[in-house]
């Protein structure tokens, strides 16, 4: 009935109404139009706009003849197009607010890329009726989005890309009587803002084809409810703060074709549905935490053409599998730790078909013929160098060059040799912490064996002992090749990040502390690493709490650690066993704190706890004391009555006499 109502009350307008409205869109809030607006319709070519403030447009100039502007049959505005290259000047400005551009009835698509929108988004796009296509994408909007953001019935495709704006990304609805959904949209696009909070419930758009939310910044876990998606084609969540597993949450979206992930902080093993869908032609997941091996049959029935893993906490061998897929032309594997070879069946695919010029990548196909000869013979390289090897351009591909020692480069596709001194590796150390560490050490000549908590033994460090300074940014991956490392602690300081996997690499590293940090996550490698911190297989199973509590967990030493009776630590051997314990305020891995172990405590001073282990023996030597003292008294009580009876008995024998 609304609709009816509504449909009934639009009319066609004349070219004067809507060249009215056009003039309207031009003008700002002081109700002038802008110099960059005036020079942009007066470029050569821009029809029937440098005529749109004269007070007579002629028949030659029609609206519908406009650049940029379609007209239905019945010459009603049905496309309005007034983009502009956003780096470029003139660039116009407009403002939809003080507009009346919502009264263009049949008004179906609205695009601004590039235009200056001045005053933000309508607070009502709902009264744009017709519209199905609105797209302000670098558009200088700024701002925070509402939560419930409203949008017209038919809207098909809404691209608010490439601006300012900030807020959460909102709960998309459709404001209708019978319905709180849109029915319509196939496509939501808001990347490249500055968006916060969590990934919304957004299983209302289950029309939904393109989903964009990337370049943003959003945080927590990727939630379930996203499956319900299931029409969808391309999800971008890249370049954001997510954290957590995959799991099967996707596991339902059986059309996907095109997924990134890429540049976030997601853990776990790569999830089967990305092994095995059958649809998906595009996976970016490189840059995250993703561990564990790549499936025997990964891609083997899939049509996946690009496949980006770079600088995960991948290990294992690359499957052959791989070679069964045909439609596969790019595959990215450097800075994760595969071992073996790349299957001799993936090295005749043409994979990976560029070459490294002097400033950027060139496709082989537009090289000469002899350098697509040198790539024919060295395809295995293309995908990733051997072991031994390193990229010579540091992105883990040909051209590779042979390290000084194996040991350099123990990957696949390794970026570049590890063949540093121990003092370059600590200039990296030093700054990527961004602090003055080491300042006054180096002024006074000391050499860096004598460097405050560095410790050598013939010359070569064997412990880094740094707690307690205050050290931001991340653990370089560079101290993985510092070979006579025994002992490393960097507790107590402002570490955010991975601790690099490259550690495990140290054979004598048997002391790692890490704990109160910011630290994220702990490479399965190192959890496994024979001797590390009292490691064996028996004791901790594969787990990592002996490196750091998990998230949620806490103790007094942010691992679990076995503490002998005397109050020593000891790592490992039968002492008593700390474990982690269950701790909600315990945001990061590795927290020796906890308020809720605080407010026991206090509770526990109060006498509203239990007795410790220790306060037990002391009450208990108390106890022993009073009764001691109570039986005392009672026998000298006793001697005293006793003396006093004999004394009355004489009295009265001396009487009778």
């Not at 490439?162 to 849109?182: D, F, Q």
């Not at 490189?286 to 906490?313: C, V």
């Not at 630590?569 to 590795?590: F, R, V, W």
Request: aromatic share 8%; glycine share 8%.
């Amino acid at each position: 009935m609304l609709e009816e109502e509504q449909n009934s009350l639009e009319y066609d307008l004349s070219s004067e109404e809507q060249v009215a409205i056009l003039r309207s869109i031009m003008k700002g809030v002081d109700g002038k139009v802008s110099t960059d607006s005036v020079e942009w319709m007066n470029i050569p070519g821009k029809t029937g706009w440098n005529n749109l403030f004269s007070d007579y447009l002629g028949e030659d100039h029609d609206v519908c003849t406009f650049l940029g502007i379609t007209c239905n049959e019945q010459s009603q505005i049905s496309h309005l197009d007034i983009s502009s290259d956003p780096w470029s000047r003139p660039r116009p400005s407009i403002s939809l607010v003080n507009s009346t551009l919502n009264k263009l009835p049949k008004l179906e698509s609205l695009r601004l890329y590039g235009v200056l929108v001045l005053n933000g988004l309508p607070l009502d796009l709902t009264t744009f009726s017709s519209l199905k296509f609105l797209q302000m994408k670098s558009c200088g909007l700024t701002g925070n989005l509402p939560g419930l953001l409203s949008i017209p019935k038919y809207l098909e495709i809404l691209d608010l890309s490439k601006n300012s704006l900030k807020g959460t990304v909102p709960t998309i609805e459709w404001k209708h009587s019978r319905s709180s959904k849109a029915p319509y949209l196939r496509q939501l696009l808001l990347s490249e803002n500055f968006l916060s909070g969590t990934i919304p419930d957004l299983s209302g758009l289950g029309m939904l084809r393109t989903l964009n939310i990337g370049y943003n910044n959003l945080v927590s876990t990727i939630p379930k409810e996203i499956s319900r998606l299931k029409y969808l084609e391309k999800l971008v969540l890249n370049d954001n703060n997510l954290t957590g597993t995959m799991g099967q949450k996707m596991k339902g979206m059986k059309h996907l074709q095109y997924l990134d992930l890429s540049n976030n902080y997601l853990s776990g093993n790569i999830p089967k549905f990305m092994t095995d869908h059958k649809r998906l032609q595009y996976l970016f997941i490189h840059d995250n935490n993703f561990y564990g091996t790549l499936p025997e049959n990964f891609g083997q029935s899939s049509k996946l053409a690009e496949l980006w893993i770079m600088r995960n906490q991948l290990s294992g061998t690359i499957p052959v599998s791989l070679a069964q897929n045909h439609n596969l032309i790019n595959f990215f594997i450097e800075g994760n730790s595969f071992s073996g070879v790349v299957p001799e069946a993936l090295c005749n695919k043409n994979i990976n078909g560029y070459v490294y010029g002097e400033t950027n990548y060139t496709l082989i196909g537009e090289k000469a013929t002899e350098v697509y000869s040198e790539f024919l013979s060295n395809q295995c390289q293309q995908i990733g160098c051997p072991i031994g090897y390193a990229s010579e351009h540091g992105v883990g591909t040909y051209p590779c060059v042979q390290c000084d020692m194996p040991e350099d480069a123990p990957f696949i596709a390794t970026a570049t040799c590890a063949n540093m001194t121990e003092l370059e590796v600590l200039k990296i150390f030093a700054n990527s912490t961004g602090s003055m560490l080491w300042k006054e050490d180096i002024i006074t000549g000391k050499t860096y064996c004598q460097w405050q908590g560095i410790k050598c033994v013939k010359g070569s460090i064997v412990s880094i002992d740094l707690p307690y300074l205050g050290l931001t940014g991340t653990i370089p991956r560079e101290l993985g090749y510092l070979k006579n490392l025994k002992s490393l602690n960097l507790a107590k300081n402002g570490f955010y990040g991975n601790v690099p996997v490259e550690l495990h690499l140290l054979r004598d590293l048997n002391h790692l502390d890490v704990t109160d940090n910011a630290i994220s996550f702990v490479p399965p490698l190192l959890c496994s690493k024979p001797g590390l911190n009292g490691y064996t297989v028996n004791l901790n199973g594969g787990k990592c709490e002996h490196i750091v509590c998990n998230t949620m967990k806490s103790n007094e030493y942010g691992r679990e650690v076995y503490k002998s009776m005397t109050g020593q630590e000891i790592d490992g051997g039968q002492y008593m066993h700390i474990k982690c314990e269950s701790c909600k305020t315990a945001m990061y891995l590795g927290s020796s704190e906890c308020s809720e172990i605080r407010k026991d405590k206090h509770q526990l001073n109060n006498g509203e706890k239990n007795l410790s282990f220790g306060d037990m023996s002391s009450a208990v030597i108390y106890c022993i004391l009073l009764l001691s003292l109570a039986f005392l008294f009672s026998w000298l009580y006793a001697i005293f009555l006793k003396q006093k009876r004999r004394v009355k008995i004489e009295k009265s024998q001396g009487l009778g006499q």
